[in-house]
C-alpha cells in the first residue's frame, strides 16, 4: 500500500491564480480531510468528506473547494490564490472519521507570491 | 484563547532523561485525546490514543485529567530519535466530529 499520497510536493504561485492539489489513498477509507499548517499553530482543518459525493467545510473552508467522485481520490483547489494561503498543505484519511486514527500524506508546501 | 495549548519548547535534554510535556484544552466536552509525533518537515503520525486511566506504550506514558483539563506526555530514557515535535490533539462533536491540533512541543535530544 502506498497509503496517502499527494501532489505536487512544492508549488509557487502567483496571487490570483488558481491551482488543484491531489490527494489519493489506497487504503478504502471512508473519510478524508484536508489540513493547512502554519507556523506557531496548529493543524488546521480546511474540508473534510465523510465518503465519495460528500464533502463538507471545516474550520478555515474560505479560498478552497473539494470534491469527492471517488473513494480514492480528495482534490483541493485553491480558486484565486493569495499570500496569506502560503502555508503546508496535509491531506489525511482515515477508515472510521476523526475519532480513529489519521493516517497523512507527506505534504504540499506552498507559496503564493 | 487557543482551544488546545502546548509549551512550544523546545525541551532540549539529554539522552537518557525522562521529559514530560503537558496540553491544555478549553473545551470540557472533549472527548478523546491524541498524541502526535511530527519529524521536521514530515507529516504528522499518532504516537498513541490517550485512555481516561492513562496508558503506557513502552517508554511513553500518557496521562488524563479532565478535572484540570490537561494531557500529559510522558518519556523516559530518552533516545536521540525521540527528537521531533509532538502535537496534542483533543477531538470533541459539534455537528460532527472535530479534530483540534495543537501546535506543537518540540524535543530536542541531545548526545
Known amino acids: 500500500n502506498a497509503g496517502v499520497t499527494q501532489t505536487p510536493k512544492f508549488q509557487v504561485l502567483k496571487t490570483g491564480q488558481s491551482m488543484t492539489l491531489q490527494c489519493a489513498q489506497d487504503?478504502?477509507?471512508?473519510?478524508m480531510s484536508w489540513y493547512r499548517q502554519d507556523p506557531g499553530m496548529g493543524l488546521r482543518l480546511i474540508h473534510y468528506?465523510?465518503?465519495?459525493?460528500?464533502?463538507d467545510q471545516g474550520e478555515v473552508p474560505n479560498g478552497y473547494n473539494v470534491s469527492r467522485s471517488t473513494t480514492e481520490d480528495f482534490p483541493l483547489r485553491l480558486l484565486s490564490a493569495a499570500p496569506s494561503q502560503t502555508s503546508v498543505y496535509f491531506c489525511?484519511?482515515?477508515?472510521?472519521?476523526?475519532?480513529?486514527?489519521?493516517?497523512f500524506g507527506p505534504g504540499t508546501r506552498l507559496t503564493v507570491l | 484563547r487557543k482551544e488546545v495549548e502546548q509549551d512550544p519548547g523546545p525541551f532540549n535534554v539529554p539522552e537518557g532523561a525522562t521529559v514530560a510535556f503537558n496540553c491544555t484544552y478549553s473545551n470540557s466536552a472533549s472527548q478523546s485525546f491524541f498524541w502526535y509525533r511530527q519529524d521536521c518537515r514530515k507529516e504528522p503520525k499518532l504516537l498513541m490514543s490517550v485512555y481516561s486511566s492513562g496508558n503506557e506504550d513502552g517508554r511513553f506514558t500518557a496521562q488524563l485529567n479532565r478535572a484540570s483539563q490537561y494531557i500529559s506526555l510522558l518519556i523516559r530514557d530518552s533516545k536521540l530519535s525521540d527528537s521531533a515535535t509532538y502535537l496534542c490533539v483533543a477531538m470533541w462533536m459539534d455537528s460532527s466530529y472535530k479534530l483540534i491540533f495543537g501546535s506543537g512541543t518540540r524535543l530536542l535530544v541531545r548526545p
Open positions: 489525511a484519511s482515515s477508515p472510521q472519521g476523526a475519532r480513529n486514527e489519521q493516517f
Open positions: 468528506s465523510v465518503g465519495a459525493g460528500i464533502t
Open positions: 487504503m478504502n477509507h471512508e473519510y
